[in-house]
C-alpha cells in the first residue's frame, strides 16, 4: 500500500517560515522521484520544487532562493522548507511520488494548508 502522507502547514505571517513534510510508505523515497505541488485559490496545480533521477533539485522561479527541498532517505521522508513566506505563497501544498522511470507523478498526498496573511 503506497502512501503519502503531508504535515506541517499552517497559518503564518509574511515573511514567516514552515517546513512541510512527506511521510512515505509502501515503497523507497530514495530510489523514487518526488516533488512538491501547490494550488492555490482559482489557479491551477504548480509545480514547486522536485527531486529527478540526477538527484538534482529543482525549483519554481518564484520560490527559488526561499524554498528548499530534501529527502532523509533513512526516514522515508520528503521536506520542503519554506523561509520569506509571501501571501502569494498561500495554496494547498501537496506532495507527490513516481518512479523515476514513469513518466507522470501517480502517488499523491492529501495535501497541507499553507496561508499567509
Known amino acids: 500500500d503506497v502512501q503519502l502522507v503531508e504535515s506541517g502547514g499552517g497559518s503564518v505571517q509574511p515573511g514567516g517560515s514552515l517546513r512541510l513534510s512527506c511521510s512515505a510508505s509502501?515503497?523507497?523515497?530514495?530510489?523514487?522521484?518526488m516533488g512538491w505541488f501547490r494550488q492555490a485559490p482559482g489557479k491551477g496545480r504548480e509545480g514547486v520544487a522536485k527531486?529527478?533521477?540526477?538527484?538534482?533539485?529543482r525549483y519554481v522561479d518564484s520560490v527559488k532562493g526561499r524554498f528548499t527541498i530534501s529527502k532523509d532517505n533513512a526516514k522515508n521522508t520528503l521536506y520542503l522548507q519554506m523561509n520569506s513566506l509571501k501571501p502569494e505563497d498561500t495554496a494547498m501544498y501537496y506532495c507527490a511520488a513516481r518512479g523515476c522511470w514513469y513518466s507522470e507523478y501517480n502517488y499523491w498526498g492529501q495535501g497541507t494548508q499553507v496561508t499567509v496573511s
Open positions: 527531486v529527478d533521477g540526477d538527484g538534482v533539485m
Open positions: 509502501g515503497f523507497s523515497a530514495r530510489r523514487s522521484c
